[in-house]
C-alpha cells in the first residue's frame, strides 16, 4: 500500500528515480511491519532482525547510487531504463555475492539458490 501510494505521487515527477523511490519507501514500511511483528510474535529482539537485513540494505543503497550515476550518463528513456536496469540487477548480484561469501557463507537466499542451482546441474 505504502508503494503504492508514494508511486503514484512520486512517478509523475521523477519517472524512473520516483519509482526507485516509491520502492524505498515501500521496502522500508514492509521492515518495519515486519520487524515488529517477529518481535511480538516469535520473541526475536530486533537487533537480530538488524543484523539479517543491514548487507542486503547495504547493497540495495549502493546499487542504487550507482544506478543513479549511470542513467544520469544516458541519452533518451528507453536506454536510460534499459542501462538502469541492466546495472541495478548486476551491481545488486555482484555485490550480494561477494557479501555473502565475505561473511563466511550464512544460511540464506543465497544459499538456497545456489543448492536449487547444483541440484539443477546434478539432473
Known amino acids: 500500500l505504502v508503494f503504492l501510494m508514494a508511486a503514484v505521487v512520486l512517478v509523475p515527477g521523477f519517472y524512473l528515480m520516483g519509482l526507485v523511490w516509491a520502492r524505498v ?6 521492515l518495519l511491519v515486519t520487524a515488529l511483528a517477529v518481535r511480538r510474535h516469535c520473541a526475536m529482539p ?10 542486503p540494505l547495504f547493497c540495495g543503497i549502493t546499487m542504487y547510487f550507482t544506478v543513479a550515476m549511470v542513467a544520469g550518463h ?34 540464506g537466499l543465497e544459499s538456497t539458490l545456489i543448492d536449487a542451482a547444483k541440484r539443477r546441474m546434478n539432473r
Open 25 to 30: 519507501g515501500g521496502n522500508v514500511a514492509n
Open 46 to 55: 530486533l537487533r537480530s532482525v538488524a543484523r539479517a537485513v543491514i548487507r
Open 74 to 107: 544516458v541519452q533518451g528513456e528507453s536506454a536510460r531504463l534499459f542501462a538502469g536496469v541492466l546495472c541495478g540487477v548486476g551491481v545488486f548480484a555482484f555485490l550480494t555475492t561477494v557479501s555473502w561469501y565475505a561473511t563466511g557463507k550464512p544460511q
